[in-house]
C-alpha cells in the first residue's frame, strides 16, 4: 500500500446524505475478480445516462471538479452493503480523503485498507468544508494526516481525530495481514486455549 | 467481576492479542464465504504464498450472481461475468480446500441461511462474511459481522480480525405483537425510530418479550436488519429456542461436546446490571405492519399513514426526502395504500426462510395474484424449497400465481437476471430500498411476506389485517 501523504487539492461536494455504497457503485461492477478499473464506474448512476452519457449537473461531471481527491459528503456516507469495490472505485476515481459527520462501519474500515481517509467533523465544520468545497476548482484543500489538520483554501485549519494505529498504517503505508503475522504466536496460544475450552469450535 | 453484556462475554472470549490502545486481534469461529467479495481475497493469497489457516471454519457457497430458474444448471442462463466469478469460487473452494455448496447442491442457498440451518452458525462464537447481511447469525447469540474483502483476505489469513471494541446498545421491545404484526415490522420500526446512523459504532443486542416470543427464524430477520440501522452487529441471547434449532443440526456439537457446548452457551446472556451506552425501547402493542416509502430504509411509515412532505423533516434529510419522493414517484400526502404495486418479491436473506413462506402461503391460500402482476418466491435455500414443497405450501403459491423459484439472493440486489425494469415498482420482502438497488430506476416498498402477499392479491400496498379471517385476527 502506498504511503498516505500530505497534499493539496480539489474538494468536491456531496451534501447529499445516506450515500450508500450501491450508490458509489452499482451491482453490475461488482461481478469483476480485480480490484483495479473501477474509478470509471464511481457513482455510475448518477453520473451517467443509460446510453453512458454524463450527466453534466452531477458534481464530479463539472469542470471543476473532475480531478477532485477530497469529498465533503453529509451524513453517513457509504451506509448499505459491505462492498470494498466502493473505496476501490473512489480510490481508482482519485479520491483520497472523505469527509462527513458520520461513516458507515465496514466502509469506514474499507477506506483505511485501501490507503483512504475518512475524516469525521461535527457539523459545523463539515459545513464550512463544504462551503468551501462550493467554490469550485479553486477549494483546493490539505489534508496532512501527521499534523490531523485539514486546511480550507482559505487557510482555515481544521482539526480531526484519527485512531493512532490506523494512522500509523496509512502514514507508513503497512500491510494489516502482513502486522498480524507478526503475532502468530498469540494465534496459536489463543487456538490451542480455545480447543481445549470450545472443543466443537 | 464486574457484571457483562452478552457482547462483552464473547469478545472477551475471542480475544487472542490486546494492543496498548485497545485494538485487538479477535479470533474468528466461523468465515462465511460468496463468490462476490472473495475472488481478490483469494488472488492475494497466490500473490503472496499465503494459504488459508484454518479451512475447517471456512464455508464457501455461490448465492449472489447464480440464477433462479429452474434450468440454471445450463451454463448459458448466466453472463459470462457471472460465471466467471461463480467457476472462481469453485475453484478456490477446491484449491483451498474449505468447506463447498455448489449451485447443483440441494444444500445450497444464500450464506445466511446455510449457516444456520447446517448448524455451522452456534451460541457465542464470531461469525464473519464478506456481506453486511452476516448480522443474521446474531440470532443464535453469536457475533456476526460483514467484513470488506481485504477482512476476508485477513481472515482467510489468519483467522482474526483487527477490531476495536464497540459500545453496547439495548433495544427492548416489550409486550405482545398484535396479529399481523411480523420480526420484519419489528426490524423496520426500529430503524424508523433510530435511523440508519442510529446504531454507528454500537452492537445491538435485542430483548424484551415479543423478541423472546419470536422463533429462531424470526429472530434471525430481526437480526439481519441490524446493519441497516447502522449497528456492526445484533445479537439475542440463546434460550430454548435456540438450542432447539440448533440441536441434531448437521455441524452442531454431539455427544459430551454438546453437553459441554450447553453449558457455556447456558451463560451467553447479559448480566442484569450490565451498562448500556444507549437504550431504546419500543412497545410492542404499538408496533403496525409498516412499509417503507422511501430509498432509506429508516424512510418507515404504518401502512395506515400517508407519504410524508419533505418539509416535515430536519437538515440534510430535507433534501434527501426530496430526491426520494422523486424518484419513487410518489406525492406528499397520497395514502400508502393507494400506491399500486407491479411485482412481488418474497425471498433475501431477511425473509427467505421456511417460517417466511408459510406466513405469505396463509395470506395466499385460495386466493390468486392480480391480474398483470409479476410475483416470485425465492426460497432462501435448497432445502428451505424442499420442506415447503414437502408442507404444500409451493402448491399454494404456484396456484396463486407465484413463480417457484430456486434457491439464491435474487431480485434483493439483483445481481443475476431477477431485476426490476425503469419504474416498476415492487413490494419486496427483502432489506434495501436504495435507488436502483432492485434494477436501474426500480422502485422498492420493503415489506414483511405477509404484507407482500397482500398486495399481490390487491395489486396495491395494502394492510395484511385487513385479508386475515377473523379467526386469525384474534389469535
Redesign the interface.
Known sequence: MDKFETFTGVAAPMPLVNIDTDMIIPKEFLKTIKRTGLGVHAFDEMRYDRQGNEIPDFVLNQPAYRNASVLVAGDNFGCGSSREHAPWALADFGIKVVVSTSFADIFFNNCFKNGMLPIVLPQEQVDILMKDAEKGENARQTVDLEAQTITTSDGEVIPFEVDAFRKHCLLNGLDDIGLTMEKVSSIEAFEKQSAAARPWV | MSPKTLYDKIWD?HV??V?D?G?S?L?I?RHLVHE??S??AF?GLRL?G?TV?APD?TIAVPD??VPTTLDRANPATM?E??R??VE?LDKNAKDFGIHYYPVNDVRQGIVHIVGPEQGWT?P??TVVC???HTATHGAFGALA???????V??VL????L?Q?KSKNMKVEITGKLKPGVTAKDITLAVIGETG??GG??YVIEYCGEAIRDLSMEGRMTVCNMA??G???AGLIAPDEKTFDYVRGRPH??KGA??E??ME?WKTLYSDDDAHWDKVVTLKGEEIAPVVTWGT?P?DVLPISAVVPAPESFK???V??AR?ALDYMGLTPGQKLTDIQIDTVFIGSCTNGRIEDLRAAAAILKGKKVKDGMRAMVVPGSGLVRAQAEEEGIADIFKEAGFEWRMAGCSMC???NPDQLSEGERCASTSN?N????QG?KGRTHLVSPAMAAAAAITGHLTDVRELMTDAEAVA
Open positions: 472470549a487472542a492479542d494492543a490502545d485494538t486481534l479470533y469461529d462476490v467479495t475472488p481478490q488472488e503472496t499465503r489457516r471454519k449472489h450472481n453472463t461475468e457471472s466467471i466469478q472462481a452456534l457465542g462464537m464478506g456481506d453486511s459481522h460483514g467484513i470488506g474483502t481485504s477482512e483476505e485477513h489469513a489468519t483467522q482474526t483487527i476495536k440508519t446512523a454507528t459504532g446493519i441497516e447502522g449497528a456492526r452442531a456439537p461436546q454438546w459441554q457446548a457455556w432509506s429508516e437538515g440534510g434529510k433534501e434527501a430526491r440486489l439483483a445481481m434495501r436504495f435507488e436502483g438497488r436501474y
